[in-house]
């Protein structure tokens, strides 16, 4: 998706005419619903108008092209501009210009690609410009099949015309040479530059056919955290990291290199909603810190997504091995202290209070992990427990750190790599189950997410599971609103779920399987949040039950519907108040149905067993 496109000559006159802001706003406005602040009104205005004069005394053919405010698929990134035509051997080409209003900048030499500027008012750390237009770029490639095999040429830099040239410019520290290389920058005096390298590689104009490949290319798959495990541990870079994830990466990176220098023990905490790439970026790093050889583990509450890690990496890693760097935290109570140089606890807010089968183990979970690790890395979205025994929370592990006097780090992942990159689709979600109120009261079809409503389950189990085949990168699943029936558990053709006036019949997830979310035939059964969550898929189909309703005014959650054999809400009536029951088992019930439709990278289809909350649904499709 663009905001704006023109070509040079067009782009040129709507500057000349004082109207490319007032179009790009409009575009907003249209697209997403909502103003744009002023503030970035003012650096569209700088920024912009620095390029109109870069161009205007270019031989840059006018009728190459340009696009602003280009959204990366699969992601919530934006690239700035794009300048598109074509090589002198008729090439297609684009630049690809990351634009910064930065006035000053210092390096950090213990960390890859990260530099400090100042951010919303603060010193901060961020990506080095290079970086970040090297990364926008090569995400474009690995994204865009007609990119890639059309040969397209893609040249990224960076402008910071605000930026003065300085001696021992910290931004060009011989330690981003690698990147500087790839992404040269461009500061306040350079438009000579600048204006050479855009020429260098847009010799003729192209009336936008680059942009249009760039923007309605062939979309690749996105590539599946458990499809490339096997290849991550060997070392190989498989995921870009891109913004707030590259520095999260580092900083983590560096506090275990710390750590395996004697340095002091601490807490990290990672915040993050779902598709931010919290379980990426743990699994990069437990590559990277066990290839540094420290003792590193990754832990889990659910099983699932271990049993799917593990399964992946037989035949390439020791089995002993591989059971000792994916573990559950069940027993960490019987750990030493210190026995870990880092533990990397992915989706921290399912941890609980005691462990083992009946939660009559340990202490606290939290508690053990730090006092078993140097450096206690928790990746965690408070907007995600799903249980009444899920003690993990931002609060809860500041608290025991602080009792432990141990020092702590918050960081946030705020970019969207799942549901089409949309954030919007989120928000949009939030409002509409009423977890909070957002601006975001449509779907809106700009964001290429993929979002039916079915009012027949057969028709959206056949349009999962025509999805399916394309790669098995799809499943359906279900709110816990019917029993688990034990008895012939492993027998396909016992229905656990089923929706009388369609004739519909379905089986939880068999007991067989540990590994539902790979096995291709685990897309005859239905899955649960226990079998789902940290994991993801291409297309995610939901059966939304009885425990979620539409009154036709607000949404309505009704524990008594769960399952009997359900135990997220075990002792809601014993260990609350009516009052305070009713409002804890609403944000559960809630979060569960969040998770579960926010699977999807491509698209969520439900069906609703009430009609009136279908109908609701469909009212906020746009």
């Not at 990290?268 to 420290?294: D, F, Q, R």
């Not at 009261?441 to 409503?453: A, I, P």
């Given at each position: 998706m663009i905001i704006y496109r023109n070509t040079k000559g067009g782009f040129i006159e709507d500057v000349f005419d004082g109207v490319l802001v007032e179009k790009i706003d409009d575009s907003m406005r249209q697209r997403f619903g909502r103003s744009t602040p002023e503030s970035e009104m003012r650096a569209w205005n700088n920024s912009l108008l620095r390029m109109e004069a870069v161009l205007s005394h270019s031989d840059v053919p006018d009728t190459a092209g340009i696009a602003i405010e280009y959204n990366i698929p699969y992601t919530s990134k934006r690239v700035d501009m794009i300048v598109s035509g074509k090589t002198s051997d008729d090439r297609n080409s684009a630049v690809i210009i990351e634009l910064k209003q930065w006035s000053e900048a210092e390096s950090v030499e213990d960390k890859d690609g990260i530099v400090r500027t100042v951010l919303n008012g603060t010193m901060r750390e961020t990506a080095h410009p290079s970086y970040q237009a090297w990364s926008y770029a090569a995400a474009i490639m690995d994204f865009n099949a007609d990119i890639q095999e059309g040969n397209v040429l893609l040249k990224p830099c960076a402008c910071l015309h605000n930026y003065q040239e300085i001696d021992n410019d910290p931004l060009l520290d011989p330690i981003y040479d690698d990147y500087l290389q790839k992404a040269p920058i461009f500061r306040k005096h350079d438009n000579r530059k600048l204006t050479d390298f855009i020429e260098r590689f847009i010799r003729k104009g192209d009336n936008l056919e680059t942009i249009f490949l760039i923007d309605s290319?062939?979309?690749?798959?996105?590539?599946?955290?458990?499809?490339?495990?096997?290849?991550?541990?060997?070392?190989?870079?498989?995921?870009?990291?891109?913004?707030?994830?590259?520095?999260?990466?580092?900083?983590?990176?560096?506090?275990?290199?710390?750590?395996?220098?004697?340095?002091?023990?601490?807490?990290?905490?990672?915040?993050?909603?779902?598709?931010?790439?919290?379980?990426?970026?743990?699994?990069?790093?437990?590559?990277?810190?066990?290839?540094?050889?420290?003792?590193?583990?990754?832990?889990s509450k659910n099983a699932a997504p271990r049993n799917v890690y593990k399964k992946k990496l037989k035949g390439s890693m020791r089995s002993a091995s591989v059971n000792n760097l994916f573990r559950g935290p069940d027993q960490f109570h019987e750990y030493a202290e210190d026995t870990l140089d880092v533990t990397l606890v992915d989706e921290a807010h399912r941890l609980r209070e005691k462990s083992g089968m009946f939660s009559n183990l340990g202490e606290n979970q939290i508690k053990e992990i730090m006092k078993a690790s140097k450096l206690s890395v928790f990746f965690i979205d408070d907007d995600q427990r799903v249980t009444l025994k899920d003690i993990g929370s931002v609060n809860e592990i500041k608290s025991q750190a602080k009792k432990l006097g141990l020092e702590i780090t918050t960081m946030k992942?705020?970019?969207?790599?799942?549901?089409?990159?949309?954030?919007?689709?989120?928000?949009?979600?939030?409002?509409?189950?009423?977890?909070?109120?957002?601006?975001?009261?449509?779907?809106?079809?700009?964001?290429?997410?993929?979002?039916?409503?079915?009012?027949?389950?057969?028709?959206?189990r056949a349009a999962i599971e025509e999805k399916n085949k394309e790669n098995n990168r799809s499943r359906i699943v279900a709110g816990y609103c019917w029993n688990w029936i034990t008895e012939g558990k492993n027998n396909p053709f016992v229905?656990?779920?089923?929706?009388?006036?369609?004739?519909?019949?379905?089986?939880?997830?068999?007991?067989?399987?540990?590994?539902?979310?790979?096995?291709?035939?685990?897309?005859?059964?239905?899955?649960?949040?226990?079998?789902?969550?940290?994991?993801?898929?291409?297309?995610?189909?939901?059966?939304?039950?009885?425990?979620?309703?539409?009154?036709?005014?607000?949404?309505?959650?009704?524990?008594?519907?769960?399952?009997?054999?359900?135990?997220?809400?075990?002792?809601?009536?014993?260990?609350?108040?009516?009052?305070?029951?009713?409002?804890?088992?609403?944000?559960?019930?809630?979060?569960?149905?969040?998770?579960?439709?926010?699977?999807?990278?491509?698209?969520?289809?439900?069906?609703?067993?009430?009609?009136?909350?279908?109908?609701?649904?469909?009212?906020?499709?746009?």
């Open positions: 290319g062939r979309l690749r798959p996105s590539k599946s955290l458990q499809d490339v495990l096997a290849s991550m541990m060997k070392g190989n870079d498989e995921f870009i990291l891109l913004d707030s994830q590259k520095v999260v990466y580092e900083n983590i990176l560096d506090a275990s290199r710390k750590i395996g220098k004697g340095g002091k023990k601490n807490v990290i905490i990672v915040e993050g909603g779902p598709g931010t790439g919290k379980t990426v970026l743990a699994i990069n790093l437990l590559c990277s810190i066990i290839n540094n050889n420290l003792a590193a583990m990754y832990v992942l705020d970019s969207q790599f799942r549901c089409s990159g949309s954030d919007g689709y989120l928000s949009w979600l939030d409002n509409i189950l009423e977890i909070r109120e957002t601006a975001n009261y449509d779907l809106e079809k700009e964001w290429n997410y993929d979002f039916r409503v079915f009012d027949d389950p057969n028709l959206m229905y656990d779920i089923e929706i009388p006036e369609f004739n519909f019949r379905m089986s939880w997830n068999l007991g067989s399987s540990d590994t539902w979310a790979i096995d291709p035939e685990s897309i005859k059964e239905a899955g649960c949040i226990h079998t789902c969550q940290g994991l993801e898929f291409d297309y995610v189909g939901v059966i939304i039950g009885d425990d979620l309703r539409f009154d036709g005014k607000h949404i309505v959650t009704d524990a008594s519907e769960r399952a009997k054999t359900d135990q997220s809400l075990k002792g809601l009536k014993s260990n609350y108040s009516r009052e305070e029951a009713a409002m804890v088992a609403d944000r559960i019930i809630k979060n569960t149905y969040k998770v579960l439709m926010s699977r999807g990278i491509k698209g969520c289809f439900i069906y609703c067993t009430n009609k009136m909350l279908e109908q609701y649904f469909l009212s906020k499709l746009h």
